[in-house]
């Protein structure tokens, strides 16, 4: 999830000297890249994951239908909106249903869609924050849709059934590993020199990619380089990958949380000093 909301300047120079794998979608990975960039690092573009819309055939109107009659849509990520948008829009307007957001990017994906934003978390940009939220609590007999990707966590889903809601999901994109292209090689070839300071994992899915991809030639190097993760769901998941290095959880999942994440990492690993 990108943001274009800063949450201060970074400093100068604070990743002067460092490079870092990037690991987002191809088209969501720019404005962090240069959040980077504009600290003094380098950033190098490894996307390790596919995003592709689902087609539109398999939407049927029995969903349209659900689509029109929703009292609450909630969309799961800036993808969700950008592979909806056009269905949303087609459904006749209604002043009385309600649009969620998970996160900040995906709140600005809808509002620059021209789609109010009614019920969106202060903080936390999670699952539990949004069904934290007080629009969530009294939902027994609501029609909820949820807009997201094939797979993912069923948490939405069972916690709004269990408080009474009708809840239906819409899947409208599809994440698939990537084919291998010759960046792979240049990556690993950093790597054996000792040329990566640190990856970002921003989903579970990237990091089981990541794993795949590198296989056993670059599975020693991801275990032994230290890690940006969004969550301490994600940081969790990290650990059945058994790694050696340090996994840092940024405070949100915005793009200068994950930098200032960084500049932490950094700050607190000290240099191997060779013994005299």
Known sequence: MSSS???GPVPVKALQGKT??????????????????????KAIRYPAIDISPVDDDHISAAVMKQLAESDIVIFISANAVRY????????????????????????????????????FPDKGFTSE????????????????I???????????????SGRGARVSTLDVYRRLIPI???KHDD?????????????????QEIMANLFIL?????????????????????RQASEQYQMQAPVVVASEASDDAIVAALITLFGKIIPEVDDE
């Open 214 to 234: 590198f296989a056993e030639e670059g599975r020693y190097f991801l275990q032994h380089t230290p890690m940006v993760v969004i969550s301490e769901r994600l």
């Open 129 to 144: 924050a949004l069904l934290a939220m007080p629009q969530m609590q009294d939902v027994a007999g609501k029609s909820i």
């Open 5 to 7: 909301h800063h949450q």
């Open 146 to 160: 949820i807009v997201k990707g094939e797979g993912g966590r069923e948490l939405l889903t069972d916690t709004l």
């Open 187 to 203: 990556v690993l070839q950093a790597w054996s020199h000792g040329g990566i300071d640190a990856v970002i994992v921003t989903s």
């Open 20 to 41: 870092v794998l990037v690991t987002r979608p191809r088209d969501q990975a720019e404005s962090l890249c240069r959040l980077i960039e504009n600290a003094g690092g």
């Open 84 to 119: 909806s948008i056009k269905m949303l829009k087609s459904v006749t307007p209604d002043p009385q249903r309600q649009v969620a957001a998970i996160g900040r990017a995906t709140a600005h994906a809808l509002r620059q869609s021209e789609v109010q934003v009614n019920i």
């Open 180 to 182: 291998i292209n010759i």
